[in-house]
């Protein structure tokens, strides 16, 4: 058959075609050997090295303004980490893994196999790395891919789909491209695993398609991530970390802090420090390429929006803005890291997650205090919690539940392929990244060899006598 990409805009019909041809090349070819799927991720590390440039431009065009070391970092490094982690432990990850034996003279082992053709569904925010860590484990698996990329980032989108086709026959890796009604086409379609990263919201009708044919998920979603910040807690070295995250990307990143939880004596301290930090990253804002713009006009808008509503129901804004410079051009799509003095839970900033460079200041008395106030909301995708006491980082970790707690500092964990990334509850379910992302993809398949005399069976052999019964019930009593 010819090698042809799917039109943009496909059906739903187009698609599954697409699929079955897909799912009929991985049984006709059996399941991928090392050297195969080392050399798709090989390509793919190719691809992200030789077009960096290229890439950079197309998501920097479609932010307006997007840094270019935060899209060398975030997105292209980043991937090709994870790609190379991938490569140098495919061999040790698909050794099969040998059990404990069962009876005397048995044998039991684990066999991960692909499931066949993942489908992954990736965002805006982060358009490269959100499809080529999926892709990293997909692949290490022996799994084929099909890739529906963000129509809110339409260059990247485009350019991505035109160097797959280069790199990748349509078989192996194919590109859907399209808006709101092919992405929940693509979410219908019978996948052996369908991995989607993007709001909660969006997360529930994409659960709700998959579960039509039993696809299994894997949802990487957000919330809102609180830091804690503990008494003894450097307030200096605090502001530093969370303001580097929370302005990285401007914000619209699924881990950026959410809110501050902080004492109240604390508060007029932070706000100096933070001021501070700012100023010593960004010198100004309106025309800084360090800067990131909100990503289109409804996202500029709606950070307006909540500071506004914040305003009305009796918040203290700090803008943090070194300049004092006037960011309300539309055409910038600039918006200040914003401090919201103040807050109550009628204000959106509280309710909603901003993703945006907005930062609620909430404050507390006690831990217990602060616990209860976490404990009472969504389970975040990340907790960041910042103290050097060690029975207070104990008492936290052990009586709240995030998708990860990382200690004085923010975000760090999903640059690092040895720990899971992935949320809980409302945050996500299912983890990606290194081995946790190679075992999601993959079908754990117990295989067991009975012994020449197949002991194991007699027991279930009728007829039952009083002297199995005597072994049953010595097993029932060791």
């Known amino acids: 058959m010819p090698n042809l990409r799917l039109p943009d805009d496909p059906s739903a019909d187009q698609i599954r075609e697409r699929l079955d041809r897909m799912k009929h090349a991985q049984f006709e070819a059996g399941p991928p050997s090392p050297a195969l799927r080392k050399d798709r991720i090989s390509r793919a590390i190719d691809l992200l090295r030789t077009h960096q440039e290229a ?7 479609d932010f307006g303004t997007r840094s270019r070391q935060e899209t060398l ?42 499931l ?37 980032t339409p260059a990247t989108s485009q350019l991505l789909a035109d160097l797959i086709d280069e790199y990748f026959d349509q078989d192996e890796l194919t590109t859907v491209l399209g808006g709101p009604a092919t992405g929940s086409a693509f979410s219908a379609q019978p996948f052996d695993h369908l991995v989607f990263t993007g709001s909660t919201q969006v997360a529930h009708h994409v659960m709700r398609s998959a579960s039509e044919n039993l696809v ?16 003894d807690a450097d307030l200096r070295e605090m502001a530093e970390r969370i303001l580097t995250v929370k302005t990285f990307n401007a914000g619209q990143i699924c881990l950026s802090p959410d809110y501050v939880l902080i004492q109240e004596e604390r508060v007029e301290d932070f706000v100096e420090q933070a001021k501070a930090a700012v100023a010593a990253m960004y010198t100004s804002l309106r025309d800084n390429d360090d800067y990131t713009s909100m990503l289109n006009a409804g996202g500029f808008a709606r950070q307006h929006a909540l500071i506004e509503d914040a305003r009305i129901k009796g918040a203290t804004l700090v803008s943090l803005n070194p300049l004092n410079e006037d960011l309300s051009d539309p055409a910038k799509r600039k918006v200040a890291p914003t401090l919201v003095l103040g807050t109550t839970d009628e204000m959106r900033v509280t309710r909603e997650e901003i993703f945006g460079p907005l930062l609620p200041i909430v404050t507390y008395g006690t831990l217990e205090d602060a616990i209860a ?4 909301r969504a389970r975040p995708l990340a907790l960041y919690l910042f103290s050097n006491n060690l029975d207070v980082r104990s008492e936290v970790a052990a009586r709240t539940t995030s998708g990860a707690l990382i200690v004085n500092d923010a ?7 040895t720990l899971p990334f992935g949320g809980v509850g409302a945050s996500g379910m299912g983890h990606y990244h290194g081995e946790y992302g190679f075992r999601a993809l993959s079908h754990a398949k117990p295989v067991f060899v009975q012994s020449e005399g197949g002991e194991s069976n007699l027991l279930m052999r009728a007829p039952y006598s009083e002297g199995a019964e005597q072994v049953i019930a010595g097993l029932i009593t060791a």
């Not at 998920?217 to 008494?231: D, F, I, M, N, Y």
């Not at 106030?373 to 009472?376: G, K, L």
């Not at 975000?411 to 392929?417: K, Q």
Request: one cysteine or more; charged letters at 15%; aromatic letters at 10%.
């Open 55 to 61: 890439i950079i431009d197309v998501v920097s065009s």
């Open 73 to 114: 970092l975030a997105d292209i490094l980043a991937s090709v980490e994870g790609l190379r982690f991938n490569l140098n432990h495919i061999d040790e990850w698909m050794r099969p893994q040998p059990q404990l034996e069962p009876f005397p003279g048995t044998q039991a082992w684990v066999e991960y196999q692909p």
């Open 116 to 152: 066949g053709v993942t489908g992954i569904i990736s965002p805006w925010n982060f358009p490269v790395v959100l499809a080529f860590g999926p892709l990293a484990n997909c692949f290490a698996a022996g799994n084929r891919a099909m890739l529906k990329p963000s129509e809110l």
């Open 216 to 231: 299994p998920v894997t949802l990487e979603l957000g919330g809102k991530s609180p830091v804690l910040v503990c008494a």
């Open 373 to 376: 106030y976490i404990n009472a």
């Open 411 to 417: 975000m760090t964990h999903v640059f690092l392929d």
